[in-house]
């Protein structure tokens, strides 16, 4: 299975911006849809968005809409995810991961349906 590496992570302020970097080394993920998700400390991991195959499809958990973007280079097999205005609530690890499925193309998207994971990366934001 792919094997996806997490990077970007650190300690910074609120209103501050991140960039976080999900890099596959041994397959390209390629014609499969990438996700972003998060745990909060003691909660458990939540969805933030999602990037389809082709790259023309997006979508973002309310919670970070508009202040989060995903995009991804096929070329480079690595997807990033951008985030402005960071709240203390954003704090969390961060995953990325892998749709099960090559080429789906229907909108509706499930975290179980993301079977390759990184090791995740923390960010945490202070007040």
């Known amino acids: 299975q792919v094997h996806l590496v997490e990077s970007g992570g650190g300690l910074v302020q609120a209103g501050d911006s991140l960039t976080l970097s999900c890099a596959a080394s041994e397959v390209t993920f390629s014609g499969y849809a990438m996700g972003w998700f998060r745990q909060p400390p003691g909660k458990e991991r939540e969805y933030v968005d999602v990037?389809?195959?082709?790259?023309?499809?997006?979508y973002y958990a309310d919670s970070v809409k508009g202040r989060f973007t995903i995009s991804r280079d096929n070329a480079k097999n690595t997807v990033d995810l951008q985030m402005n205005s960071l709240k203390p609530e954003d704090t969390a690890v961060y995953y990325c991961?892998?749709?099960?499925?090559?080429?789906?193309?229907?909108?509706?998207?499930?975290?179980?349906?993301?079977?390759?994971w990184g090791q995740g990366t923390q960010v945490t934001v202070s007040s």
């Open positions: 991961a892998v749709h099960r499925e090559k080429n789906y193309s229907d909108s509706y998207y499930y975290t179980s349906d993301f079977g390759s």
């Open positions: 990037i389809s195959w082709r790259g023309a499809k997006t």
